[in-house]
Structure formats: structure tokens, C-alpha cells
């Protein structure tokens, strides 16, 4: 019996027997070749997360243990990344912080690296720069002499296009006001920003309303050759001047240390930081030096006056015209730009340049109306040199 089920089933006499055993087979070979490629496909998985983790490094490993790999690729914590500029003026520092960390500044005068001293150009503006395309004939053709820093009111959107000189340049800014601390606080604001780079080595306030009267050549020798930095500071006998003194400064401050001068200054490195790292005067002029009282223009001119008098020429460098009276200088229109005009201002006055007399006192000049552009452009390369 058994021997003719065999010889029935070979000869595929029973066909439901032989669907059953064939699928009986059937079942494990597909399981089999499904776990074959679960496998493969494991491995292939965990050879490419260790080719991962080999040449990109861990980002993350656990929320409550930060991983402490850092990515092969990242730049190694070199000088040159410390010292680099920051790319982008933005930041989410308060003045606080930014004006402690830049008035952190290297006991060592020599360099350890090749250092290309440049200025800092910082525009101190409500909004638009209307001379904007002077400066920009006046920068062009200079990269890598100067930088430049605009503080201007929070609610302004500056539109520059991206190839101007002026594109993302503007700093966190606030609200300064003529006359009020805030007006100092926006100019320490600036000098700081501009701190940050290391290069910077001379520091110029300028505003809307200034030009320059030479081209970035000379502008760049005249400051680099000066031993001197360049703000007024002067005692002035009368309301103006010993009239706005508040005897609550003393002894701090005596009426004999009172000066006075230019907003509009040009200092070096070494005044930089000792501006905005000081909290000594700061709080004396906040509180004693209100309206009528300007406190730009005695703030910074009588500390650097008591503090490093032997570093001061005592003069700026930004012409301004006070003859026609009043609480602000001249304004320039169209109708003044002449070249007699700008000859006039080049012969207005002599001084003294390292100890020496010269006829060349002023490398700016201020105020200047929008106006004053189209006349300023066709003058620029035959007055100015640019």
C-alpha cells in the first residue's frame, strides 16, 4: 500500500497531495530569502552610519548630554579665527556686554601676524545717507584701508543695493538725541562695534551731512603719520563753556578740568578703548550735564583732556561754519558749492601737525544738504582729487 502511494504520487497521480508538499517547501524558502535581504540591507545600514559618524562626525546625542565631537571639517580655534572681523555687524549683544568686550584690548604692541591698520569710518545718521554716492567714489579703489559702521534711528531700513560700500553696515542701534547722553551713548555704540575688529587702528565721526575734502590717500597718510588724535578740547570762559559746569562733578571733575569742543572727532585706538571702558565720568556726565549743558560736547573732550592730554591735538579735523550764529552751524546748499568756495575752506585757518605749522587743518567738512550732491559730484575729481 505504501509502496503504491509512492509510485502514485512520482507519477503525479495525486495532485492534492503534491500541491500540498510543494507549498510546504514554498513557505520556508521565501522566509528564508526575506531574512537573507533583512540582513543585507543591516549591514549596509550600519556600514554607512559608520562611514556617517567617520567623516561628519556626531551632531547629537542625547538632549541631556550634549555631544562634545565636534565635525573633523570644523575650522580649528586658530588666531586668525579669533581675530578675523565679524561678517556680520549684527548682534544680539546689549551695550553692557558689547562695551565690555570691547574694551578688552591685547598689553602686547607687537603683532604676531601681518596687520594692515585700517579707518573706521562711523556714521552717526537719523536715516539716509544722502552724500552716499560721494563716499562711495571716495572709497572706491581702497579696499582694505578702511571699514565702515552706520548708527541710525532703530526704525529705519537702510535699502543699500549690495554693491555699495554701505550694504549691511548698519550696527544695533537706539534712539540718540541732540544734546541728551543717548547722543554719547549712540557714539560709544559705534566706537565699540568698530572695536571688534582688530585692524582698525583710527576711529571718525562723521554724519549725514559731511564730506570728504581729500581724497582716502591723503586722508589715510594724514592720520597714520599724526603722533596726535584729533579732538577739540578747550577751556572757554563764559555761558558756553565754564557756564554749563554743575559743581556736583567734584572733585571728580573741577571747573579748571572743564573743556570743550567738536562732536566730531578722529582718535586712535588706545582713546577708543578708553572711551568705551569707562565707567568713572560716565555716570558724573549723565546725571550733571543735562540742556543747556550739551553733553557731547564736553563728555568725551574733558576726560581725555584730564587723562591723556599729551595725546590730544586739541583740534578736529571736520570743518564747520559757526558765523552765521545761532545753536547749529551753516548749512550748504547748492548755490555754496563753488571752487572758490572749497579754496576758501583750505586757507580758513593754520595749526599745527606734529608740532609743526600747516596750512592743511581739515580732511571734512560739514553741514551739506541733499542738494549739495549733484555740484559736490562734478567738482569731486578737480577739488577733491576722487
Given at each position: 500500500?505504501?509502496?503504491?502511494?509512492?509510485?502514485?504520487?512520482?507519477?503525479?497521480?495525486?495532485?492534492?497531495?503534491?500541491?500540498?508538499?510543494?507549498?510546504?517547501?514554498?513557505?520556508?524558502?521565501?522566509?528564508?530569502?526575506?531574512?537573507?535581504?533583512?540582513?543585507?540591507?543591516?549591514?549596509?545600514?550600519?556600514?554607512?552610519?559608520?562611514?556617517?559618524?567617520?567623516?561628519?562626525?556626531?551632531?547629537?546625542?542625547?538632549?541631556?548630554?550634549?555631544?562634545?565631537?565636534?565635525?573633523?571639517?570644523?575650522?580649528?580655534?586658530?588666531?586668525?579665527?579669533?581675530?578675523?572681523?565679524?561678517?556680520?555687524?549684527?548682534?544680539?549683544?546689549?551695550?553692557?556686554?558689547?562695551?565690555?568686550?570691547?574694551?578688552?584690548a591685547p598689553q602686547i604692541n607687537?603683532?604676531?601676524?601681518?596687520?594692515?591698520?585700517?579707518?573706521?569710518?562711523?556714521?552717526?545718521?537719523?536715516?539716509?545717507?544722502?552724500?552716499?554716492?560721494?563716499?562711495?567714489?571716495?572709497?572706491?579703489?581702497?579696499?582694505?584701508?578702511?571699514?565702515?559702521?552706520?548708527?541710525?534711528?532703530?526704525?529705519?531700513?537702510?535699502?543699500?543695493?549690495?554693491?555699495?560700500?554701505?550694504?549691511?553696515?548698519?550696527?544695533?542701534?537706539?534712539?540718540?538725541?541732540?544734546?541728551?547722553?543717548?547722543?554719547?551713548?549712540?557714539?560709544?555704540?559705534?566706537?565699540?562695534?568698530?572695536?571688534?575688529?582688530?585692524?582698525?587702528?583710527w576711529f571718525v565721526l562723521l554724519?549725514?551731512?559731511?564730506?570728504?575734502?581729500?581724497?582716502?590717500?591723503?586722508?589715510?597718510?594724514?592720520?597714520?603719520?599724526?603722533?596726535?588724535?584729533?579732538?577739540?578740547?578747550?577751556?572757554?570762559?563764559?555761558?558756553?563753556?565754564?557756564?554749563?559746569?554743575?559743581?556736583?562733578?567734584?572733585?571728580?571733575?573741577?571747573?579748571?578740568?572743564?573743556?570743550?569742543?567738536?562732536?566730531?572727532?578722529?582718535?586712535?585706538?588706545?582713546?577708543?578703548?578708553?572711551?568705551?571702558?569707562?565707567?568713572?565720568?560716565?555716570?558724573?556726565?549723565?546725571?550733571?550735564?543735562?540742556?543747556?549743558?550739551?553733553?557731547?560736547?564736553?563728555?568725551?573732550?574733558?576726560?581725555?583732556?584730564?587723562?591723556?592730554?599729551?595725546?590730544?591735538?586739541?583740534?578736529?579735523?571736520?570743518?564747520?561754519?559757526?558765523?552765521?550764529?545761532?545753536?547749529?552751524?551753516?548749512?550748504?546748499?547748492?548755490?555754496?558749492?563753488?571752487?572758490?568756495?572749497?579754496?576758501?575752506?583750505?586757507?580758513?585757518?593754520?595749526?599745527?601737525?606734529?608740532?609743526?605749522?600747516?596750512?592743511?587743518?581739515?580732511?571734512?567738512?560739514?553741514?551739506?544738504?541733499?542738494?549739495?550732491?549733484?555740484?559736490?559730484?562734478?567738482?569731486?575729481?578737480?577739488?577733491?582729487?576722487?
Amino acid at each position: 500500500m505504501m509502496q503504491s502511494r509512492v509510485v502514485a504520487l512520482e507519477e503525479g497521480k495525486d495532485p492534492a497531495a503534491a500541491f500540498k508538499s510543494s507549498h510546504a517547501r514554498a513557505l520556508p524558502l521565501r522566509l528564508v530569502q526575506f531574512l537573507v535581504m533583512f540582513v543585507v540591507l543591516g549591514i549596509g545600514v550600519s556600514i554607512l552610519s559608520m562611514h556617517t559618524i567617520r567623516f561628519f562626525g556626531v551632531q547629537h546625542v542625547a538632549p541631556t548630554a550634549p555631544s562634545t565631537i565636534r565635525p573633523c571639517f570644523e575650522e580649528p580655534n586658530s588666531l586668525e579665527s579669533r581675530i578675523r572681523p565679524p561678517s556680520n555687524l549684527l548682534h544680539a549683544m546689549n551695550d553692557t556686554e558689547l562695551l565690555w568686550l570691547a574694551s578688552s584690548a591685547p598689553q602686547i604692541n607687537d603683532y604676531p601676524f601681518k596687520r594692515v591698520p585700517k579707518i573706521a569710518f562711523m556714521f552717526l545718521t537719523k536715516g539716509p545717507l544722502p552724500m552716499e554716492p560721494l563716499w562711495e567714489r571716495f572709497f572706491k579703489g581702497h579696499e582694505g584701508l578702511y571699514s565702515i559702521y552706520v548708527h541710525s534711528l532703530p526704525s529705519y531700513n537702510a535699502n543699500f543695493s549690495p554693491s555699495s560700500v554701505f550694504h549691511k553696515r548698519q550696527i544695533p542701534s537706539q534712539v540718540a538725541e541732540w544734546g541728551e547722553m543717548s547722543m554719547c551713548d549712540a557714539e560709544r555704540r559705534l566706537l565699540a562695534n568698530a572695536l571688534l575688529d582688530i585692524s582698525n587702528e583710527w576711529f571718525v565721526l562723521l554724519s549725514e551731512a559731511c564730506i570728504p575734502l581729500y581724497n582716502l590717500s591723503i586722508v589715510y597718510h594724514y592720520l597714520s603719520r599724526s603722533r596726535y588724535s584729533f579732538m577739540g578740547s578747550f577751556d572757554e570762559i563764559g555761558p558756553y563753556g565754564r557756564g554749563r559746569y554743575d559743581g556736583r562733578m567734584a572733585p571728580l571733575v573741577n571747573l579748571t578740568e572743564w573743556r570743550k569742543g567738536s562732536q566730531w572727532f578722529e582718535i586712535n585706538r588706545k582713546l577708543a578703548v578708553r572711551i568705551v571702558g569707562d565707567t568713572t565720568y560716565y555716570p558724573k556726565f549723565r546725571d550733571f550735564c543735562k540742556p543747556a549743558c550739551y553733553v557731547d560736547e564736553h563728555y568725551f573732550q574733558t576726560m581725555l583732556s584730564i587723562e591723556t592730554p599729551h595725546l590730544l591735538a586739541n583740534r578736529t579735523l571736520t570743518y564747520v561754519d559757526w558765523s552765521r550764529g545761532g545753536a547749529h552751524p551753516a548749512t550748504f546748499g547748492k548755490a555754496d558749492v563753488t571752487e572758490e568756495f572749497f579754496k576758501k575752506i583750505a586757507g580758513s585757518d593754520t595749526c599745527l601737525y606734529n608740532n609743526q605749522p600747516t596750512s592743511l587743518c581739515f580732511l571734512f567738512a560739514r553741514k551739506f544738504a541733499p542738494s549739495a550732491l549733484e555740484p559736490l559730484l562734478e567738482l569731486a575729481s578737480k577739488v577733491f582729487g576722487f
